[in-house]
């Protein structure tokens, strides 16, 4: 099985609200589902965990960072591509606090033109009452280790 590192954002504003971005497949190996997940993307070109963030931070929303600090979760698991491949994807988490909820989609490559549907800034608890799904599952936890890093 072929892995897949990558680095995902939690993304949080003023307000406590973290990003995130909602999948719509069609016409690929997860035609049907929707799901709303955290920015972020593979590792490309020999990159490091931080310098994908980075890219992937910048070609998402627009927002850009020299910096991060290092990450505050990471998971492992099995998951399906739109290719239909299956792969172990690695996912390092990095925080990211922002003045602004002003994000650019014009970094987009057309895949993800194709399949991010619509983004939203998520209260906790709003997400949690909304019935949606979402990923990753432990967002809870993981957003409450970036409000005591930020604490710090």
Request: aromatic share 10%; glycine share 6%.
């Amino acid at each position: 099985m072929n892995t897949r590192p990558s680095a995902r954002l939690l993304i949080i504003d003023p307000q406590q609200r973290v990003l995130l971005f909602c999948f719509t497949h069609k016409a690929d190996a997860l035609d049907g589902q929707r799901y709303w997940a955290t920015p972020g993307g593979a590792l490309e070109n020999h990159e490091s965990w931080k310098q994908a963030a980075i890219r992937e931070l910048f070609e998402e929303t627009g927002i850009i960072r020299t910096q991060l600090d290092d990450a505050i979760g990471y998971r492992a698991f099995e998951m399906q591509l739109p290719s239909g491949e299956v792969v172990l994807a690695q996912e390092h988490y990095y925080t990211v606090h922002v003045v602004q909820q002003e994000i650019s989609t014009a970094g987009w490559s057309k895949h993800e033109r194709e399949v991010m549907s619509d983004y939203h800034w998520w209260e906790l608890k709003e997400l949690i009452c909304s019935g949606e799904r979402y990923y990753p599952e432990n967002l809870t936890a993981l957003l409450e280790i970036a409000h005591q890093s930020a604490a710090r």
